[in-house]
């Protein structure tokens, strides 16, 4: 590739003219040569720690990305930020910290990229929210920019079966109702997790690993290799070598992520029967690049996309095998063949969707992947609600779940927070039939909208998934199954009915007509909100929990930190 000229990049700054004598000294110490000083400077993006397997193999793959932007005569500055694994997090207090994550991972991404005035970003994550909040930075910048997804972690194999995180965290919900030895399930938590890599089914991480691809900011395929896999070092250099040519063309994220992009990228969420969380994520995305797109355009799409990909949790699957079937690529020819992509839009690759679908060679294996003419479901996995209980709307994964089963009708059973849930569903101390609702765990009142796991894998574990609904204004991991509506807004802390709601009042969801309601006229809601004591006290009164809280905003938009792109006033590329 011929030398790029830096005259308009932001790396100028620190690198061209006498003035900038002091800042070269700096690379000069680094081992840094005269010519690499002047070529451009790509920041390489990692969220590396020892916090879980999900993040442990992204250092070596960073390595990979850096030896693809020296072949092409770019100048590599890897980085870290932080990681808050779900997986670890879950079931505590430190859940709170989780999608606090998210901003915090785009923020520092952010300030390390203008600090340094980079040209470009590479940017590898492999959890829950460092997937989006990697993204996030991307969009926020807006420069020349590669994903890469760490990849998923391999299923374990227990008694003779895959096993994934999920069946031992519904084995603590068997042990508790006293139909699993503790010896059984330390035997299975033994082997539950053999490899590096995110968790294999189709929860958040491979959710939002999908749609880094669907959205255009990946290389086609590159999510789907397990992390162990030596070949993802391939798409690492590729990605390198792709990110400089980004550059030369003047290619920046927002050329990727329109409003088209995310359409294409709820698709594949829906059609994969993927998290809820891309419910949240996805808005997010979008709100950094000021295009204006919440959780109903999401559940819009979910409602007429069909479900025709069979993965963890609902259905039998985990990332390995999409992978080893021909991976999102089949996946996106499928949703092309049935009229619901948008071929226009742009991807790293400098092609468009269309013309990389074009290539896909392989078809829908009929076993992990269905034709999208004959689906599982004829809609998505994923569905909206909204009724007097949820104005702003809210969530429920149905992948897997027959008809009959997407329709509940049932007396309120009301929990303040996560742990007195729990601790009721450990003792068994409430009804089938029951609708559990657990409030004050939204993004503020959490603060910081804990996913709940733990009680719902309880649940499934004792039998009855079933037989009793959830609903919360916090989340649910992309691993729950069962009837579990997460994200009701307006949040019981800004004062939704959620924050209303009594015992024994009469809750109605139904996933085949996207209702959230509560039988209350709006007589008795605005009675009972007029006397309302006003949000819960949380011990969370200074820190980073406590700015977060003032200044998330509603889960409908994407429970975001700041204005976003609709009132950015420059962009950091052209200062």
Request: negative net charge.
């Amino acid at each position: 590739m011929p030398p790029i000229d830096k005259s308009r990049l932001p790396s100028r700054h620190v690198t061209e003219g006498p003035s900038r004598a002091p800042h070269r000294s700096y690379y000069y110490a680094m081992g840094i040569s005269e010519a690499e000083i002047h070529q451009p400077f790509v920041g390489v993006a990692t969220c590396w720690n020892e916090a879980a397997p999900c993040n442990i193999a992204l250092n070596r793959q960073a390595q990979a990305v850096k030896m693809g932007v020296k072949e092409a005569h770019g100048t590599p500055r890897e980085f870290t930020t932080i990681t808050v694994t779900d997986g670890i997090a879950m079931g505590h207090e430190g859940m709170r910290s989780s999608l606090a994550s998210r901003e915090a991972i785009a923020d520092t991404v952010e300030l390390t990229m203008r600090g340094h005035c980079y040209d470009a970003l590479v940017g590898l994550a492999g959890c829950d929210k460092s997937l989006p909040g990697m993204m996030m930075a991307m969009v926020r910048l807006n420069v020349p920019s590669v994903f890469i997804y760490g990849g998923s972690i391999l299923p374990g194999r227990h008694e003779g079966r895959d096993v994934t995180v999920q069946d031992v965290f519904e084995a603590v919900g068997q042990n508790q109702a006293g139909n699993m030895s503790e010896e059984a399930l330390i035997a299975l938590e033994k082997v539950a997790c053999p490899s590096a890599g995110a968790c294999g089914g189709q929860f958040t991480a491979n959710t939002m690993a999908c749609v880094s691809e669907a959205i255009g900011l990946a290389l086609p395929n590159s999510s789907g290799a397990p992390a162990p896999y030596e070949s993802r070092d391939q798409y690492c250099e590729a990605s390198g070598r792709k990110v400089m040519e980004l550059i030369e063309k003047n290619i920046r994220a927002r050329d990727i992520v329109t409003r088209k992009a995310l359409e294409n990228a709820a698709r594949v969420v829906a059609c994969t029967g993927g998290s809820t969380n891309a419910g949240l994520h996805l808005p997010a995305i979008a709100h950094e690049a000021g295009i204006d797109f919440d959780l109903f355009d999401v559940c819009d799409i979910f409602r007429d996309t069909p479900y025709f990909v069979d993965l963890k949790p609902g259905g039998k699957y985990v990332a390995k095998d999409l992978y080893e079937v021909g991976g999102v690529p089949v996946v996106m020819k499928e949703l092309k063949k049935a009229g619901l992509i948008h071929e226009d839009c742009m991807t790293a690759t400098g092609r468009t969707i269309g013309e990389e679908i074009d290539m896909v060679t392989r078809e829908a294996d009929g076993r992990v992947i269905y034709p999208s003419a004959a689906p599982i479901t004829p809609t998505g996995g994923v569905v909206g609600l909204k009724g007097n209980l949820a104005p702003d709307g809210a969530i429920v994964k149905v992948a897997g779940m027959e008809k009959e089963q997407q329709v509940f009708t049932g007396p309120a059973r009301v929990f303040e927070c996560e742990e007195d849930a729990f601790e009721a569903v450990k003792a068994r101390s409430y009804r089938e039939g029951e609708v559990i609702v657990i409030r004050n765990e939204g993004p503020a009142g959490g603060p910081g909208m804990r996913e709940m796991l733990a009680t719902t894998a309880a649940l499934s574990g004792q039998g009855m998934g079933k037989k009793v609904a959830l609903i919360t204004d916090g989340r649910f991991s992309g691993a729950t199954r069962g009837f579990c509506v997460g994200h009701v807004g307006p949040e019981a802390a800004h004062g939704g009915p959620i924050a209303l709601l009594r015992d024994g009042d009469v809750i109605t969801i139904n996933a085949i007509t996207g209702e959230l309601s509560v039988a209350l006229s709006d007589e008795e809601l605005a009675a009972r909100k007029a006397a309302w004591a006003g949000p819960k006290d949380t011990i969370y009164a200074s820190g980073a929990l406590w700015k977060y809280a003032r200044l998330v905003g509603s889960t409908r938009k994407g429970a975001v930190t700041h204005p976003g792109g609709a009132q950015e006033k420059h962009v950091y590329m052209d200062l």
